[in-house]
């Protein structure tokens, strides 16, 4: 097995539980590493820190695997089929635990489950996967041959695609890696959560197919006592609209630039018998919220959950101010306390940060945010604490007076 020597700063950091070594951090790589090939790591007096695999084509040259004790006594480090069994063990226990009301949750969610760019869904029968580095895709036939014999399903989508996979030097890939039966199946099926179904297609959907880090969000929704009108801006395929109908709104305005996804909206809002009350629009958020202000509309309820605005610290600065400029024209929308469910999508702001402007944006509009709730996505999508990067999705709820 080849070795790597970092630094004494990136050593220090793995010992305290971040899983990853970047570029710079190196001071001794063997000649000849393939990306995604098994390495031991070492500090710079040469103690043992553990198994990555390695990607020196990546800015994130090593991805750690397993400590220093798994390899103990086995001179090509650690059995990987077994490891990587134990960990998805580890990983569908600790879900079933959870009793989530869904048959649609995260099984796999890489680093968080010491499976770093692997990603496993499961809706109903169907298992979704992502490969997203050179090393999960090197390892990807275990966890399909453990998806097949433990988990039984139907079909094996694979959805590995995205700019991740791309700066590790791997093509994208969206197909059957493999299905029950002999041909192909429909990559749309139906999922369930709490009382209400939505139907999914893994193929085409955004990420794997439907947001299930949302579901607590979505729970808080359908919790609420609703009666008036509720506006959901970046509606995507109906989840919080379909929940504000079934906590009984008057009435929903469902936003999306997207025609595509709001005809998919249409047909889940039937499936739930509550089409009569949602009204789907093709529209800009940001041009539709001043002109809604301007004709002085009201709602009980505003649900934001629009695309990433930062991808990169860089992009910082201009993403708060579109958070800013949403929730302040929210404010102007809502009635007395009204409620304001808003959610950021990025790890590059803070969960204090967009508290911060939420409230902010709030003030601007003359109004007091009251009894918010900040929280992140549902438990089937766990967070790291020695990874900051693993805290990309914050939902600010409360009332807004």
């Not at 103690?47 to 040259?61: D, E, H, K, M």
């Not at 193929?203 to 947001?211: L, R």
Request: charged fraction near 25%; aromatic fraction near 6%; hydrophobic fraction near 40%.
């Amino acid at each position: 097995m080849k070795s790597v020597q970092v630094s004494s700063r990136a050593a220090l950091r793995l010992r305290r539980g971040y899983p990853w070594v970047f570029d710079n951090q190196i001071t001794r790589l063997d000649p000849g590493l393939a990306p995604g090939e098994l390495v031991s790591v070492a500090g710079p007096s040469g103690q043992a820190l553990g198994f990555a695999y390695a990607n020196p084509r990546s800015v994130i040259t090593l991805r750690l695997l397993y400590t220093p004790a798994t390899g103990r006594g086995r001179s090509e480090g650690p059995d990987e089929a077994l490891e990587i069994g134990r960990k998805l063990d580890r990983a569908l226990s600790r879900r079933r635990a959870l009793k989530l009301d869904s048959d649609a949750w995260r099984l796999v969610w890489s680093e968080a489950d010491g499976l770093p760019g692997f990603v496993c869904d499961l809706y109903g029968r169907i298992a979704v996967v992502q490969c997203l580095t050179a090393g999960a895709e090197q390892r990807r036939h275990w966890v399909a041959d453990w998806l097949r014999t433990r988990l039984k399903p139907a079909g094996i989508f694979e959805r590995s695609e995205g700019s991740g996979r791309a700066a590790e030097g791997l093509p994208p890939r969206r197909e059957w890696l493999w299905t029950a039966g002999s041909g192909q199946m429909a990559t749309a099926c139906e999922i369930h959560e709490g009382p209400l179904r939505f139907e999914v297609d893994v193929a085409q959907g955004h990420k794997t197919g439907f947001y299930l880090d949302q579901r607590a969000a979505r729970r808080r929704l359908r919790q609420a006592r609703l009666q008036g009108r509720v506006l959901d801006g970046c509606a995507y395929t109906g989840g919080f609209s379909v929940s504000a109908a079934s906590a009984g709104a008057s009435e929903v305005l469902a936003v999306d630039a997207s025609a595509q996804v709001l005809r998919q909206l249409a047909r889940n809002a039937e499936l739930n018998g509550c089409a009569d009350r949602i009204r789907p629009r093709a529209a800009d958020l940001f041009k539709l919220l001043p002109e809604a202000v301007a004709r002085k509309e009201r709602f009980q309820a505003v649900v934001l959950d629009p695309p990433p605005f930062a991808h990169a610290r860089a992009e910082l600065p201009s993403a708060l101010r579109g958070y800013r400029e949403l929730n302040r024209r929210a404010a102007q929308l809502l009635e007395p306390n009204g409620l304001l469910l808003s959610c950021a999508c990025s790890h590059a702001v803070s969960r204090k940060a967009f508290h911060t402007v939420v409230s902010a944006a709030v003030r601007q509009a003359g109004r007091r945010l009251q009894a918010a709730e900040v929280f992140g996505p549902d438990e089937d999508h766990p967070e790291k604490s020695q990874v900051p990067e693993s805290r990309y999705l914050t939902c600010v709820w409360g009332r807004v007076v």
